[in-house]
């Protein structure tokens, strides 16, 4: 009688799946990646709003500037400096500074504008020239 012997491809004796080292280490990874995601997607939605602040900050200086261009009168020299109630969602302060130039019916006009008065730290900064309408 001819026997026969039936061979298992898999041997049995070794252990199958995932080891409890195996899942921690990936669990580690993906913790990284996760709080790395998480991390840039903050800095960058703090960068947009940074620069959305700016925009709106130039946007007030620009605004101020044709204010200026647009009075009958020739602006003083010297400093000048108000607020504007909530505009774009933003209390804002502004300083206007006139100072003349070499050219004798010429003024040069610097507007800076801040979220804070008495400030340093201006978000928007603006030159500007602005001539004699009197001859």
Known sequence: MVTLKMRCRYNTNKQR???????????VIFSVAI???????????????????????????????????LQPEWPPLGKTDGEIESEMGHHW????????????NLRRIEIRVSLEQNTDNSLGY??????????
């Not at 799946?17 to 669990?27: K, N, Q």
């Not at 947009?48 to 101020?64: E, F, G, I, L, P």
């Open 126 to 135: 603006l030159v500007g020239f602005v001539g004699n309408k009197q001859p």
């Open 17 to 27: 799946g995932i080891t409890l080292i195996e899942v921690l280490v990936a669990m």
């Open 35 to 69: 709080s790395v995601g998480v991390t840039t997607l903050g800095d960058s939605v703090r960068a947009t709003r940074h620069m959305d602040t700016q925009t709106y900050a130039h946007w007030v200086a620009q605004n101020k500037m044709a204010q200026l261009l």
């Open 93 to 104: 302060y502004w300083q206007s500074t006139v100072k003349p130039t070499s050219a004798k």
